[in-house]
């Protein structure tokens, strides 16, 4: 009767928590819209971050936490092999690292990338790229899921878990940026410090978590010829033609990859993805183009070095036009494989409170900054969980408002009972 009694008494307590929080969340969450409307309305493509770290930046110190800025340093990032290839100067402009103290239990570690792809071509799109426009319950706008709408949803959770009193654990928020090309926010972030005993970061996840992806590398292929007339087109090489065999040779790279997944992508269809990005070519009708050059994405298997697949990657190119050039830009990234440890399992139970069932775990054929946790620049206890949203990177990008709301819930439960002890 007494094991039953107090079985009782600990439900009544845990949905006592949950209740006051989501309270909590609700009081925070007018407040946190208008934030992520603001947020979204700075175009924080690659080199324009400042505004949005500006906005951050407020917010975390309204929050209470101690901010630094850190400015990232290209020769030092070029020293380590799991750093991106930088695309842009990195003059002015910065990562924050925000640290709360909390009553010296268990430390929790944030991460949000304020960085967004381009909105082109603009015209596509049904409503302002960057108006913030809400309709039917969803904030439109680029970057709103990707991953704006998740950096809400951490900082509303912060607020909530806040509200109930001093957090037993100290908390650490990282805002990075470059986690769209290549991750060296987040890198260094990690090399800066300070770490922590586990990591969440709210990629998008639409009701799942994140604990496995491929590796992903970029690269740049320039492929020259002779101009001339059109009425001389047939007298020698023609760049595009040529990058048509290239791309034809990288996909049947991209085919040997896929022959035999690995397991962790049991059930995933083709889950190494290569992707022409962008193609350039020519500017005249009657005139074979001197240049073309293509921008391509090629995904790995998690246990391929990128470096390795640098390599496959130029020699199926050089297979197929021997005169190319092949530079590597951006991502080099190794695929990652997260176990589900009590930081996970626990994320799981908060989120079966609020939805009456676990998340389930889905691999993703994109990467994201939770690699960098892994050890030893990370505690190796760690998952992305974010809101629920579509279009990301594509037209009309949106994030469900209501799901802000429930991952600001489980986050701020999490924050709550990651740092009890015992």
Known sequence: MRAEHEGQTVAHSLVKAYASLRRAVEVGLADTVDFLQ??????????????AQDLVEDRLRALGFAVRSLELDAGQLAERPESGIPLASYRNRRCLVGTLAGGGGRTLLLNGHVDVVSEEPADLWTRPPFGAVIEGGRLYGRGACDMKGGIAAMLLAVEAALAAGPVPGGIVYQSVIEEECGGNGTLTTCISGPSADGVVIAEPTNGGIDLVAVGV???????????????????????????????EALRGLEEELNAEPEPEFAGVERPYLLNVGALHAGDWPSTTPGRAQLDVRLGLPIRLDPAAGQEQLAAAVRAAAPDARVEFRGFRARGYAFEETPLVDLLCRCHEEVHGLRPRPEPSRATTDLRFFAPPLGPGQAVCYGPTGGGLHGVDEWVDLASIADVATVLALLLRRWGEPG
């Not at 603001?38 to 505004?51: D, F, I, K």
């Not at 690269?219 to 001339?228: F, K």
């Open 38 to 51: 603001r947020l979204v309305r700075v175009p924080s493509v690659l080199g324009a971050e400042q505004g």
């Open 217 to 247: 590398i970029w690269a740049r292929i320039t492929i020259e010829g002779r101009p001339r007339h059109a009425s001389a087109t047939d007298e020698g090489s023609h760049p595009i033609e040529t990058a048509v065999v290239v791309i």
